[in-house]
Structures are given as C-alpha cells and as structure tokens.
C-alpha cells in the first residue's frame, strides 16, 4: 500500500479535528448556558440541578471540524428525584422535566427559542451550532439490608435508566486499551474522527447515513491498529467495517443490554455506510497497484475525502524543494512571486502544521 500516512495524520491534524481555540469557545458556551439554565431556575424558584455533566463526541473528544458550524455539544442536566416534585408532591413526569429546564433556560435573548426534543432541550445559535441539554433525575433505592443504590434515569418518552457517563467512560477504556500509542488523542480515536469526517464529506449523504455514536461503536469493534501508519490504521478500519455491516447491519448499544443503535435488522443508515465505505475501498485501490504514483496517491485520497487538502501538499513540496535549490529568491520560506516558472507556495488558512 502506497505510504501516505505522514498525508492521513496531517490532514487528521489540520482539517479533521478541531482546534484549542475551538475547543475553548465550546467550553465558553457551555459555561455559559449553565449559568443561563440556573439563573432561570432560581428566577421561577424550580430546584437546582445537583451537577452538570458533559456527554457525547463532546465528551469523547470525537467532534470533528464542520464548514457551517454545524456542532453539537451534549451536556446531562441531572436533578435529585427527591428535587423533581410537582405541585401536589407527586414526581414530575420526563416531559414535565424538559418542560422546566426549557422554560428556565429562554431568557428571551435567542432568535430562535430553546425547543423541547424527544431527549433533550435543544439551545439554537445562530452561529449554526446548537447544545443538547439532557434531563436526568438521581434515583436512590434501598436494598432488603438498607444499603442505598443510585441509578440515573433520562427524561425521555417517560423516565428511563440510563446515563451518559457510561458511554464515555466505555470509549475511552476502549481508546486506551486499543490504541498503539498514547500521543495526540491516540490512534484509535484519531481513526474514529477520519471516519466521521468521512462520513461528512458529501452534504447529500446528511441524513441518510450513520451519525457520529455508531461510527464511533463500530470503530471500536473494527479498528486495525498501525502504530507506524496512520493510512494503514485508516483503510484496514474501512474494509473491516465493511466487512462487519455485510454481515450484520445491527449496532449493539455498547452500555446499555438489549439496547441497539440501529433500528431494525435493515437499518438504512447503516446500510448507506456499508454502500460509501465500498465506494471508498474501491477509490484507494489504486494505493495497492506497484506503480502506483504519489500524484495518484493524494488524489485517490482526496476523492475518498472530497477535498484538495492531498494534493496541494504536492505543491507545499515542490515550494520546499525550489527553496533548497535557489534559496536566493525565498523570502521568509515562500517563493516571491517575480519568476511564474517557479510555482507558489499555498495559502494555507488556518492553524496546524503539517506531518
């Protein structure tokens, strides 16, 4: 196979996943929608929250970039049950509970009000992006000795146990214990967001295919460790997941028993993956072929990824190789722009460097 990895891990650093500034301004706005939810709860005397509890991608650091700041960002909202009680004593129902933090959490200053969802309370921004607040209530039981269990339970349909926390913690014991290394998020996490900057590579496939939580559990199940190739990682990834969806299409929900991710035995966005992810095999064949190019290379992997980040890494190395032969015309290592038979360094927006 074609060596591109140094190319893979490069665009993993520069286009895929998102940058300490971007991580801040997430934070920012979590914080900040915090203080906004509990503001509004003091305000019309409704209980605190007993903590918050970041979730999801956001949580398992999996969040990869979006051009129209399409990112969602899941922080649990948990009650006391004993806290969640209606106007006659009796326990507030899951839509009742999404009905108070919503209310709390409109202060009138959103274009478009917070919404209530089926598993969570929506926070628009006109930005483009948006955070999830999931509602949980604390559940203590006692045992026939007296001894106290806690469970967490979502306010969905109707209350029902579950709790984020467990989903985390799962991916990253998986990321630890999969991964060859244990530098730059480690490998099998960095697989994880190729794979889901991937799947947001065309925006004709949005709706139709995998979303971020099976691409993240099939990975686990999948991943081909390379510690000295990240393409390697990468496509041996692909092919095993393609593999797996051929056959079976169900996703078992990695916490949760009897619990899928999918829906049915023919989920069609599981189906569509297994179709993109024959595409992509199909693309990158040309890396096998003995003559095969490093020109043919990058513009296989630019297809795969619908970009041009690959193959402009060929003009980066034909600047770099003019700079060494006639350093006289480089100026702060780009090429001026007197000689037209000399090519151009690229304008590369952004942070981040190159592998």
């Known amino acids: 196979m074609f060596d591109c990895g140094r190319d893979v891990l490069a665009y993993h650093d520069d286009a895929v996943t998102l940058s300490q500034s ?8 979590r914080d900040a929608n915090r203080d906004r939810l509990k503001k509004g709860l003091k305000d019309k005397k409704d209980p605190q929250p007993a903590e918050f509890c970041k979730q999801g991608s956001y949580a398992m650091k999996t969040m990869v970039q979006d051009p129209e700041n399409k990112y969602d ?39 478009t009000p917070p919404e209530v969802r089926p598993n ?31 469970h967490h339970e979502i306010a969905g349909a109707d209350w029902k146990r579950s709790d984020a926390r467990d989903v985390t913690d799962w991916f990253d014991k998986e990321n630890q214990q999969q991964s060859p290394d244990d530098e730059n998020g480690r490998q099998l996490r960095r697989i994880c967001r190729l794979l889901k900057k991937f799947v947001k590579s065309r925006s004709s496939w949005k709706g139709q295919i995998a ?10 199940e999948c991943y081909k460790a390379d510690a000295a190739r990240e393409d390697k990682a990468l496509f041996d990834t692909m092919n095993a997941m393609h593999d797996r969806l051929s056959l079976s299409l169900v996703v078992k929900h990695p916490v ?14 599981a189906r569509t993956l297994k179709e993109k992810l024959s595409d992509a095999i199909s693309w990158l064949k040309v ?6 190019t490093r020109e043919q290379a990058l ?3 630019d297809k795969t990824y619908n970009t041009e980040f690959f193959s402009k890494r060929l003009d980066e190395e034909a600047v770099k190789k003019a700079a060494a032969s006639a350093p006289g015309i480089v100026n702060a290592g780009i090429l001026r ?3 037209d038979s000399v090519p151009r360094a690229v304008d590369k927006q952004g942070s981040g460097t190159y592998a």
């Open 22 to 29: 971007e991580r801040t301004a997430m934070r920012d706005r």
């Open 73 to 111: 960002i899941d922080d649990g909202v948990y009650f006391d049950q004993e806290a969640l009680k209606g106007p006659n004593g009796g326990n507030k129902s899951a839509l009742e509970a999404r009905n108070m933090v919503r209310d709390a959490v409109d202060d009138g200053s959103f274009n």
């Open 120 to 150: 969570c309370v929506r926070v628009w921004y006109e930005a483009g992006y948006y955070v999830d607040l999931p509602v949980y209530r604390r559940v203590v039981e006692k045992d026939i000795w007296g001894n106290e269990k806690v």
């Open 211 to 220: 979303g971020g939580f099976m691409i993240t559990k099939l990975v686990t």
């Open 256 to 269: 949760t028993p009897d619990d899928t991710i999918t829906n049915g035995d023919d989920d069609p966005r």
């Open 287 to 292: 890396l096998f072929d003995p003559g095969c």
């Open 299 to 301: 513009a296989a992997w």
């Open 337 to 339: 722009d007197q000689s």
